[in-house]
């Protein structure tokens, strides 16, 4: 049973960043791929990126593309978001969620097996 724990949520300023991090454990993840998603109070969760673990190809939501990145350390089982320029609307709880690589960029939570508990990330001056 895989397993998905987040961290590095925090509060920032606008303008900041902060690096987010998904420790993976409890299987083999060749098969998979992990998924960033967050949620605002009052609205459903938005995929923002996603990257295989076989061969750290990646996918990046439009909305988020060259403010946030993702990537792995498959010799620590983690996947890391990088969020760059941050923004007020950019606060919410964020999720780390891992599914069969052959739904790699589903936007869709759905195809995901496998979901974090999240970690908030508050913007605000």
């Known amino acids: 049973q895989v397993q998905l724990v987040e961290s590095g949520g925090g509060w920032v300023q606008p303008g900041e960043s902060l690096r987010l991090s998904c420790a993976a454990s409890?299987?083999?993840?060749?098969?998979?791929?992990t998924a960033w998603f967050r949620q605002a109070p009052g609205k459903g969760r938005e995929f923002l990126a996603a990257i295989k673990w076989s061969d750290g190809d990646t996918f990046h939501a439009l909305p988020v593309r060259g403010r946030f990145t993702i990537s792995r350390d498959s010799a620590r089982n983690t996947v890391s978001l990088r969020m760059r320029r941050l923004k007020v609307e950019d606060t919410a709880t964020y999720y780390c969620?891992?599914?069969?690589?052959?739904?790699?960029?589903?936007?869709?939570?759905?195809?995901?097996?496998?979901w974090g508990q999240g970690t908030q990330v508050t913007v605000s001056s």
């Open positions: 969620a891992a599914g069969p690589v052959e739904y790699f960029g589903a936007t869709l939570t759905t195809p995901y097996d496998y």
């Open positions: 409890g299987g083999t993840f060749d098969g998979l791929a």
